[in-house]
């Protein structure tokens, strides 16, 4: 049988400090990083729940295969701008006619808020949802609609 003492004690147990007010700063230190990587695991996954909605919404909208589809991860909102670009870039230019590079920028615009909502009811099922969180997309969403109208702006 193992001696309890034998196993490795918890980050937050090794802590060390010479008072007691050493000792909780260090804590609330390691609850503060810990509490600062789970909001950042949320982030990424709320983003690739909208990417991945907004992805299936242009597949089904365009009629694309996966292969015309941007491909690369979605972790941090710079890179989720930048998929949502690309996914816009490649739209617009499969499409060649004049008609249609004037309706491209309001279909994309409505894709994107159907998927904004899609991926946050999402989160409240899956109870990640904080108005934090929200309000990035949102932001995001406004950049990104920006953007899609003034097509030559985008990078």
């Known amino acids: 049988?193992?001696?309890?003492?034998?196993e490795p004690k918890p980050k937050y147990m090794a802590l060390e400090g010479k008072t007691q007010f050493e000792m909780a700063q260090a804590i609330d230190n390691a609850f503060i990083e810990a509490e600062r990587i789970v909001d950042n695991q949320?982030?990424?996954?709320?983003l690739q729940w909208w990417y991945g909605q907004l992805e299936?919404?242009?597949q089904e909208e365009f009629e694309l295969s996966n292969s015309q589809l941007p491909s690369g991860d979605v972790n941090t909102q710079d890179q989720f701008l930048a998929m949502c670009e690309q996914l816009f870039n490649r739209i617009y230019h499969l499409e060649n006619s004049l008609h249609s590079h004037q309706v491209i920028p309001?279909?994309?615009k409505v894709l994107l808020e159907r998927s904004l909502l899609d991926a946050i009811d999402m989160m409240h099922a899956k109870n990640i949802w904080r108005?934090?969180?929200?309000r990035m997309m949102q932001t995001l969403q406004g950049r990104l609609i920006h953007e899609c109208q003034f097509p030559g702006a985008a990078p």
């Open 42 to 46: 949320d982030e990424q996954v709320a």
């Open 56 to 58: 299936q919404q242009v």
């Open 106 to 108: 309001i279909t994309f």
């Open 1 to 6: 049988m193992a001696n309890p003492q034998d």
């Open 131 to 134: 108005f934090d969180l929200q």
